[in-house]
């Protein structure tokens, strides 16, 4: 079925493309010199990790600590248009400054440091040179194709996501196509073939997930009242037994509402079934989400499900920007299979040209009744020139003994400028 979908899709687009191209430069050499772009970006960060561990009997024996200053170095380029086509390449090198990584970058067995496991922390920001984005991409008045590597984020990244905030960013190779023909509707596919994950091409374990997935997102802004979207994410892991569970069919309604020019809200829901792993579930998604604006303060106040199936599997969001969500101590990359309840507020202030937000959570299951503890955050930015500084503090405090949730603090200074 995913097949004959990929099949109808890319002869619609293909159909579609044959519309009269934008205005673009005469020949192919052209279009390489006029209207073509070169960015540079740096991206200076030290990341400082402190978690404990507990003994057989959920007593604290001892903590595990890393620190890491990393820096990202980008070179990024678009060509112009020549008869519609274009290309984007985006080269990535990220250095570790001291010449040292002592952290690990991931928690897979085939991490240096493995051994050290119990003392060393994780730090998801492996140092290494790679290709972020390489793509051919062809537009027209209401059609954007793009067929290589790409950035891929859809709505607020809550499925689909960059996974921006780590130094080795998550793209995507395959196709996607938007289309706009249809006054106030935007429409959105994708075919993904492989994602390059922020583990870098140097984890045999983690650093690429291959699949064959499609990706459907449809938004309608013809409403005075808000934005409504619909989306159906089908994953198609190929290796369903390293990945269990990542292989699931997604479907979903969004609504972006306003009322007034001050108060915000989304309501989303979305269920997840198994599409050919190794083991039935399903389970659902829930958000239901306020803001209110007054002056330069911003009041955030939400609740967020992530279901269970009767404690045997929780909702998975694999290809999400994970640290935008649950808390930035980044406790909850993976759902607990009692699935998971957050509770939220976020306040925001704006001051003299600095942005401040203070954040709590406070985290439940959705069956059994466990207590998975709670969260209080706090971010400082603030531009100056062309440079962009943050500072980011998350303390996480455990709530029901749980070996793989304990008491947790993360601090970042990071330096981001572009040229």
């Not at 694999?318 to 909850?332: E, I």
């Not at 309840?341 to 203070?358: I, K, P, R």
Request: charged content about 20%; glycine content about 8%.
């Amino acid at each position: 079925m995913k097949k004959n979908t990929l099949y109808l899709l890319v002869a619609a687009a293909s159909s579609l493309l044959c519309a009269v191209p934008s205005v673009s430069a005469k020949t192919f050499t052209e279009s390489m010199q006029q209207g073509s772009v070169v960015k540079i970006n740096f991206r200076t960060r030290f990341e400082d990790v402190t978690e404990d561990t507990l003994n057989t009997a959920g007593q604290k024996n001892g903590e595990r600590e890393a620190d890491a200053w990393t820096t990202r170095s980008r070179i990024s380029y678009q060509s112009g248009a020549w008869n519609g086509f274009g290309f984007t390449g985006e080269m990535d090198n990220i250095s570790e400054m001291t010449n040292d990584v002592d952290y690990r970058t991931s928690a897979a067995n085939v991490d240096p440091l493995w051994s050290q496991r119990n003392t060393v922390a994780v730090i998801a920001d492996p140092t290494g040179t790679e290709v972020n984005q390489a793509f051919i991409s062809y537009t027209n008045f209401n059609n954007q194709v793009k067929y290589g590597r790409q950035r891929l984020v859809l709505d607020n990244s809550r499925f689909i996501g960059n996974v921006g905030w780590r130094q080795n960013e998550q793209t995507y190779d395959g196709l996607s196509w938007t289309n706009k023909t249809i006054r106030y509707t935007n429409f959105t596919y994708a075919y993904i073939k492989n994602v390059n994950r922020v583990f870098g091409e140097n984890n045999p374990a983690l650093g690429d997930l291959h699949m064959d997935s499609h990706v459907l997102n449809a938004s309608y802004t013809g409403f005075d009242a808000g934005k409504l979207i619909g989306y159906a994410y089908l994953l198609d892991v190929n290796d369903p037994i390293a990945q269990l569970g990542l292989t699931s069919d997604t479907f979903g309604v969004r609504w972006q509402g306003t009322v007034g020019e001050s108060f915000l809200y989304n309501l989303e829901y979305a269920k997840q079934q198994d599409a050919g792993a190794a083991k039935l579930f399903e389970a659902d998604y829930t958000l239901a989400e306020a803001t209110y604006n007054v002056s330069r303060y911003s009041f955030t106040l939400g609740y967020e499900l992530l279901g269970s199936d009767d404690g045997k599997y929780g909702f998975a969001t694999p290809l999400a920007t994970l640290h935008a969500f649950q808390g930035w101590a980044d406790k909850f990359l993976t759902t607990p299979t009692a699935g998971l309840e957050d509770t939220y507020l976020n306040v925001g202030v704006t001051v003299a040209g600095a942005q401040a937000v203070v954040s709590y959570h406070k985290y439940d299951s959705d069956t059994g009744g466990i207590d998975f503890g709670d969260e209080l955050d706090f971010s400082l930015s603030k531009k100056f020139g062309a440079v962009v500084w943050t500072a980011k503090y998350a303390q996480y405090s455990m709530g029901d003994t749980n070996a793989n949730f304990t008491d947790t603090t993360k601090f970042w200074l990071m330096a981001d400028w572009n040229f």
